[in-house]
Structure formats: C-alpha cells, structure tokens
C-alpha cells in the first residue's frame, strides 16, 4: 500500500454488499489510510451487509437517502464531527430505476418511475454538492467522484431511462464543479465504468452479453470493480489535484472503439450460425 489517503476524511456512498463498487473503494480508501462514514439507505442497510464493510473498516454507518436534503445534512454534520473536521473526499456510487426494475421499456416509460431516477440516480449528486458547500464541509483540493456508464454519450439496447440519469449525472460535475472550484478549490468529476456484475449492473437487460461484448471491444478487457476502486482512489489523492469537471472513461479503451477483432471474429462466427438457422 501507498498510504495515498493518509489522514484523509471521506464520506462513501452505496455500499450495498460485496460486489458493490462502493464497497470495494472503502476497502482499499481503508487500506490507503482513510478514515470514513458509510452511507445507504435504510432499506440497502436491512438488505445489504454493510455492517460486516463498517467493522472491517472501522466506520460509522450513517442512513441517508440521497435525494433528502435533511438526511444528507445529517450526514455531513454528523460525518464532520464522527471524523474531526471536515471532509476529503466523497464517493456518490448511487443508481436505481423502477422503469428497469419493472420491465417498462423506453418507449412505454412509467413518468413517476422517470422522474424518481432522475431524482435518485442524477439529482441526488447535485444535492450531496450543494448541502456540502452550504456547510462548508469539503476540504480545499478535496475530490468529490460519481459512477457514470458510456450510455450517457453514446445509445445501449436496455440501458433505458439511466441512460438520461447519467448524462445529467455528467453535467452536474461540469456544471457544480466549476462554481466549487473558483471558491473553494474542490474538485467533481465523474467516471465512466465498464459494465459490472453488480447489484444494480445486474439489473441491466442483456448484461451477460454486454460484459462479453465489451471485453471483446476493448483492447484491455473490460475494468472491474476493484480496477474502479483502485482508480477512485488515485482520484481522491493529491496526485490527481488538477483534474475537474471531467467524465473519465475507466473501460479498457471501450469508448474509443468501432470494432475490435476479437468482437468481429465472434460477430462472424454468430453470423454464420445463423445464416444455418435460417437456412434450416
Ligand atoms: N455495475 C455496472 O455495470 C456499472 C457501470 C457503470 C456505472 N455504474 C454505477 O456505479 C454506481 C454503483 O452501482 P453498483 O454497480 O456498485 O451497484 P450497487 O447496486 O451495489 O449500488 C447501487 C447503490 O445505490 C444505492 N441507492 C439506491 N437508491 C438510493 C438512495 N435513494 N439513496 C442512497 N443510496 C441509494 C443502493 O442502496 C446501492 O447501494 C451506480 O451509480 C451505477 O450506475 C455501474
């Protein structure tokens, strides 16, 4: 270990269970020297198992749902006085769609179910930003991150109405991150994660295919969730002080594809079957 975050204080959000990427940043922020507060909501607290990540990481559980602004106020309030002074770093690894979840597909969107993923998976980044700056809660040249996914910028059979969650997501940190670093030298960012076996990856439709899919694209395979991790951390870092206002593509190259010829050899391999198919 670097001790990268040496005497660092954080508040890291949606660790859910162990495949969480959340989960895997506290452990390494944990192993890099931070101290930190975890927070989920408290249905993921009943569900989840962040009681077994707080004690190995030797964190205070604090609920919060993201899109209140008096939960989220405790828990910066709270976090401040929990950690003895203000904060460094903040991970926002938040996203939920009912549309997704109840098979409402694109062109037959439940709007409730819409506004509430915005809300949960978009809005809530804007919220956890701004109770921050009203409190004063983040440090100069603190690092502030949330997860966002390629559809943001580019189309995904399934990826549904996230897709729209995500690119909001990204302006967020564009348009917040300029204000928060003009006053107060804190830096917002985004990165963008290949797909990942998850809880909420999970949920994605096609999500074996993907995964295959894009390792196949990208010419280092696809990035996990402990690359993620491991990449947050280097963000939450000194090392990384100049970099705001950014979406990062954390995809082994994804983004920059067309074609790959590992994805055009099982292309042509699948074209073939089927032209049997249809030829039976
Ligand atoms: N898994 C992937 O393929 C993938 C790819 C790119 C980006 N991401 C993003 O990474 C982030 C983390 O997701 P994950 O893949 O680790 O899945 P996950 O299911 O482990 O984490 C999602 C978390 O969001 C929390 N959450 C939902 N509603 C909330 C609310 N109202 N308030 C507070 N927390 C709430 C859940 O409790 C859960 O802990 C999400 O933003 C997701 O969109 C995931």
Redesign the pocket.
Known sequence: MYNLLKGKKGII?????S?????KVAEKAFEEGATFTL???Q??MRF?EINELAEKCNAEIIP?????LKDLEHLFTKSMEILGGKIDFVL?????SLNVRKGRVYDDLDYNYFLKTID??AL?FHKVLQTARKLDAINEWGSVL????VAAQRTLYGYND?ADA?AI?ESIARSFGYIYGRDKKVRVNTI???????????G?KG?DGLIDFTDRMSPLGNAD?EDCANFCITMFSDLTKKITMQNIFHDGGFSSMGMSLRAMTQYNKSFGEDVEMNLE
Do not use: C, E
């Open positions: 959000f949606g660790a859910l269970n495949k969480s990427i959340a989960w927070s989920n909501t249905v993921a989840g919060a749902d993201a899109t209140n926002h690894s938040i996203g939920m949960i998976s809530s949330a997860l966002s996914y996230m995500k997501l963008s994660q290949s797909p990942t076996r998850t809880t909420a990856g999970s994605v999500i969730a």
